[in-house]
Every structure is written in C-alpha cells, then in structure tokens.
C-alpha cells in the first residue's frame, strides 16, 4: 500500500485526454503582449466587481469548502460587493445552470465562476452571457467545446487523475487483476468524462494494467440514495467483483456504505475521489483502502482570483499571461494561462492548480482535522 504522497501536476503536462466537442464560437486563444510572462500582474484592491459563483449543485461538502476559499480571496482583495454563491438543487442541476447563467447579465454579474454540470449545453447561455458583456470562467468541470467559456481553473491536469485513478485500481486488485465498476456522478458531467477516458487510456497504455476489466460504467447524479443503490446492484449483477472505481465525493462514500451494510468490503473495495473528512471511517475499516483529492479551498480561492483580475481588465485572459495571488496555492504564488491539452480539439485555455494527494489509513486521520 502507498504511503502518503502528493502528486505535483506541473503546467507543461502534455499528455491529451480527448474530450468531445469543437466550436468555432469558443474563443481563440491568443498570445499574450510582449513581456507579460515575464512580468505577471498583480490585482488592485478593492473594485467593485459582482461576481456569482455557480457550483453544480448546492448541498455538498467540496463545493462549501470551494465557497470557503472564495470568500477567503473576495475579503483580501477588499471586493465592496459580496459574492455570491448560489446554485440549483441536485435534481434541477442542468436546467438550473442554464437558467442562472441566461440571467446573470441582467442581473449585473461581471463573471460568472461556473462548476459545469451541463455539457456543452450551457454553452448557448454562456455564449449570450459573454455577448452582454459577463465572463465565464469555469472551474472544477469545464465547458467541454469550450465555447462561451473565457478559461477554466483546472484543479489538477485530468491526465494524471487517470493515471491515479488507475494505480490505485492495480493496488487493490493485485497484479493478477480483476472486475471493476465504475460508479461517476452524470452523464454530463465533463470532469467526470474526462477523468474516466484519461482512466481507460491509462489502463490500456501499460501491460501491468491487462488483467483489470471494466465491466460497467454507472450513474448516481450525485445523489447519495442513487449512488448507494447503484452500488448496491453492482454487488448483485457482477458476483467477481473487485472494485467500484467512484471520481465522486457523493458516489465513492455512498458506495463505501452500501459496501459496509452488506459486510461485503472484505471481497469488494471501494476507491476514486473523495473527502478525507468523509472517508476517514471507511479507509480505516479497510473498505476504501486509498482515494485522492486536491483542496476545493484552494480552488475556490484561485478561482475568485482569476476571475477578479478578468473581470477588472488586469489581465484579457489570452495565452501567456500570468498573474500573482495572494498566498500560496499549491506552493505557488505566480499563474499563467495556457492552452489546454486535454481539450486539444477546440480553442480552450486553462489555468492549473496541481496538486492532488493520495490518503490512505496513514494520512487519512490527519487530513480529516
């Protein structure tokens, strides 16, 4: 088993994880005026500037503590309009989205800072919000054609989580392989879509990774009692089962508990992306052995920066541009917006966050506090 470990994603990761879609109406990234790599801007405190933040959904954990790191950068740059933070409910997530982004220009946003829940179809919304002058800026789940999207805060490179998401399969599993499930949020989640193609690319580019099979791709909408029922009938339909693969805070403890009442946890274990506060049972009872996931504080806080800075006009969000933030994320203080690689079809930028943190029972405890 791993000890601890964090993964540093650097911005030059030029490994692609194909994502679909392609629009000539994205914007086209630039390059940036002589000199500003060299020079990165730093904000002006306090300007007036209406900013919503819009997750997938309200009511989870990771999207608050997103929240939480938001409000920590809006205090230091002394923004005189609070943010704010509102979002639909799970089950309107995708028509909630829709309808908030349409109605962000008239309701005065500057920027709309967007956790995508709909796929390419926020993409008209977003489109008519750039024309009426509102940016959006996307974190966590992008825009997959990138179109009506200014650039996206990328919490790690999509890559590198199926690479891990792949390790940690081959950890459980042992070498000999086995039967793998995996239970994602939705179907139109282009995180969760990125993450599972970059896993399966992952699993198919090494021959150490030939004995583990996928047997099933499911959904849970990020609803606990869906997710628990999903797993529940991955038990039944595949008795050889080794491991429910979740890149869902909501499915990986949903699945760890449906595992746990059927005391079936000593054949089947649970792994993907979750919260060590939320995981920390389940890890130390052998269920979820290991997980990983990146800090949504320091999203938040990164985010509301960039988007700060776009909708002031210190930075015009074109290639190559960087800017400093406050504190330390990540170790860093200086961004600097690229292209993004696993968008390489459409005219996508980025800008990255890294790193992200594998837990297991000698981390998991300490992270949780």
């Known amino acids: 088993m791993r000890k601890h470990k964090a993964i540093a994603v650097g911005a ?47 009511g989870i954990l990771p999207f608050d503590q997103a929240n939480q790191g938001a409000q920590e950068a809006a205090a230091e740059l002394q923004n005189p309009t609070a943010f704010d933070y509102d979002g639909p409910d799970q089950a309107n997530s995708v028509a909630g989205q829709i309808d908030l982004v349409t109605n962000a220009p008239t309701k005065g946003y500057k920027v709309v800072m967007m956790s995508n829940n709909a796929g390419d179809q926020i993409s008209p919304a977003a489109e008519a919000a750039q024309a009426a002058g509102t940016k959006v800026v996307t974190w966590d789940s992008p825009i997959p054609s990138a179109a009506g999207e200014s650039l996206f805060v990328a919490q790690v490179d999509f890559t590198s989580i199926g690479q891990v998401m792949a390790d940690m399969t081959l950890d459980l599993t042992g070498a000999d392989g086995g039967q793998v499930a995996i239970l994602s949020a939705s179907p139109d989640a282009a995180n969760q879509n990125a993450w599972i193609a970059a896993y399966n690319t992952a699993l198919a580019a090494d021959a150490k990774y030939a004995g583990i099979e996928i047997v099933d791709t499911v959904y849970g909408n990020d609803q606990s009692e869906e997710s628990y029922n999903q797993a529940l009938a991955l038990l039944d339909k ?22 746990t009442d059927e005391g079936a946890c000593d054949k089947v274990k649970v792994s993907g992306l979750g919260l060590p506060s939320e995981m920390k049972d389940y890890t130390l009872s052998g ?15 990164l985010t509301y920066y960039t988007s700060y800075l776009l909708a002031t006009g210190a930075i015009q969000g074109v290639e190559g541009e960087s800017f400093n933030v406050g504190r330390p994320v990540s170790g ?38």
């Open 12 to 58: 030059s990761a030029a490994l692609i994880v194909a994502m679909m879609g392609g629009s000539a109406l994205a914007q086209s990234p630039s390059a940036a005026p002589a000199g500003s790599a060299s020079a990165p801007v730093s904000a002006k405190p306090g300007q007036d500037v209406k900013m919503l933040l819009l997750p997938k959904f309200l």
């Open 238 to 259: 595949y008795p050889d089962l080794k491991v429910i693969m979740s890149p869902t805070s909501v499915g990986i403890v949903a699945a760890s508990k449906a595992l």
């Open 287 to 301: 269920c979820a052995p290991e997980f990983a996931l990146w800090s949504f504080v320091d999203l938040g806080y």
């Open 332 to 369: 860093n203080t200086t961004f600097t917006i690229e292209k993004d690689p696993t968008r390489p079809d459409v005219n996508a930028l980025r800008v990255l966050m890294g790193p992200f943190t594998v837990y297991n029972k000698d981390n998991v405890e300490e992270a949780s506090k």
